[in-house]
């Protein structure tokens, strides 16, 4: 059995993609944020606390922690990845959620299809690889305008895998 999983991981990628969620703040970027927030908050709260309205203070303070919690959360959630991977003999798909755990699923090229669900204003929702029953949705970390350069490259990679192996794709 290592043989064959040898000669897949000596097999050529026709296609290769890494996904990972956007993330739109950096860990500096995080923190400035936060402490924009810490202070604004501190000031506003004072200001109440100056004009006597102290029990208001206290809820200045939990904007600060419902906005670290939010960020907490989206942080976790981008450290999810998907990777999908083209070679002659079969497509790969690699996920790893937030937590760490990995589902694989593996599809023939000369047998799957890849599904599109379109909406006519905003273009391309989802991208499904469908083989046999089977129906995984692939690239939903990707914006619409991606979703559709990504869907054209993985339709080049399997055409370049359906023609086999005698295909040489550099000449």
């Known amino acids: 059995m290592t043989q064959g999983n040898d000669f897949h991981e000596a097999e050529p990628k026709l296609f290769t993609a890494l996904l990972r969620p956007h993330r739109a703040l950096s860990r500096k970027g995080f923190l400035v944020l ?12 004072m200001m109440f606390l100056w004009m006597g309205a102290w029990p208001v203070f206290g809820f200045f303070g939990l904007d600060v922690l419902a906005i670290y919690v939010a960020f907490r959360i989206y942080d976790r959630r981008a450290r999810a990845t998907e990777e999908i991977t083209v070679t002659l003999s079969e497509i790969r798909v690699r996920r790893v959620s937030p937590r760490g755990d990995v589902v694989e699923w593996a599809f023939n090229p000369l047998w799957v299809q890849v599904d599109r669900v379109e909406h006519a204003e905003f273009g391309i929702e989802q991208l499904f690889l469908v083989s046999r029953g089977r129906r995984v949705s692939i690239a939903r970390f990707l914006g619409a305008e991606e979703k559709a350069s990504f869907l054209s490259a993985l339709l080049d990679a399997l055409q370049d895998a359906r023609r086999g192996p005698s295909y040489n794709p550099v000449t």
């Open 34 to 45: 936060m402490a924009c927030v810490s202070v604004v908050s501190f000031g506003a709260g």
